[in-house]
């Protein structure tokens, strides 16, 4: 295994289509959270690598990170602060998900989303997101979004709180975040001519140049950026605001 740590060798490897995600098991029952990291972007190559990802791109071109970030805002101030949530609340709304139980289930799997750690309560969660949606590519396109809205935008709102201070600005201090304390802090990928499994230690590269590579680069950028970043600044700027 090599780990990178310079920004210039990480964004390379990023910009590489030699390097692609570790395989993950495609034989899973459908409905399960195998099942549905089998047809997520983020894990795909190739042809269909490229379609799902058109999907998503299609999708988020139909949302207004504006109002992501209002929504995320009041809905924040509404629950007196209590932010954990929000994101997923109010993207889910936006991409037409009505579920009570919303926030509960998106919780249960997305643990295993990024781990490939398999459970039965991560299977069931699934299950309920996908309920009355069937398994149509659109819909493994929204679980998805979901997933990383928990994982990601949650993690970078914890992580920038632990910092800010009212009066702060807010933008600056989510940039700052996503260099020194991102989220997610190790990306894999796999060289597929060799084998050889690549980590790129997002923490030490970002540190080393510029941009930070928190939301990817190259060839598999992250499609959602500037939407997460809205979400995250709504959040963020209602609790500072109490």
Same mark, same amino acid.
């Given at each position: 295994m090599v780990v990178i740590t310079r920004h210039a060798e990480a964004l390379a490897v +990023? #910009?590489?289509?030699r390097y692609i995600p570790p395989p993950v098991r495609?034989? #899973?029952? $459908?409905? =399960? +959270?195998a099942w549905l990291r089998a047809r997520a972007s983020r894990?795909?190559?190739g042809q269909a690598h490229a379609r799902r990802r058109r999907l998503l791109e299609d999708l +988020? #071109? #139909?949302l207004d990170p504006d109002a992501l970030h209002d929504a995320a805002r009041d809905l924040t101030l509404e629950r007196d602060g209590r932010w954990e949530g929000v994101p997923v609340t109010v993207l889910g709304h936006a991409l037409g998900f009505r579920d009570p139980g919303l926030a509960a289930a998106v919780r249960a799997a997305a643990p295993g989303y990024l781990s490939g750690e398999e459970t039965p309560e991560a299977d069931a969660a699934v299950r309920d997101l996908f309920a009355g949606r069937g398994p149509a590519e659109d819909a493994v396109a929204r679980v998805t979004l979901l997933l990383q809205a928990h994982d990601a935008t949650e993690g970078l709102i914890r992580n920038a709180l632990r910092q800010a201070r009212p009066g702060d600005d807010v933008p600056r201090a989510l940039e700052r975040t996503l !260099?020194?304390?991102?989220? +997610?802090?190790?990306? !894999?990928r796999l060289d597929r $001519? =060799?084998?050889a499994e690549v !980590?790129?230690?997002l923490v030490r590269a970002n540190r080393d140049g510029e941009p930070h590579l928190t939301f990817g680069a190259g060839v598999r950028p992250c499609p959602a950026d500037r939407h997460a970043t809205a979400l995250a600044t709504g959040v963020v700027t209602a609790v500072l605001a109490r």
């Open positions: +990023l #910009a590489d289509s495609q034989d #899973a029952p $459908e409905g =399960t +959270l894990f795909s190559t +988020l #071109a #139909a !260099r020194l304390d991102p989220p +997610l802090t190790v990306t !894999r $001519e =060799t084998g !980590r790129i230690d």
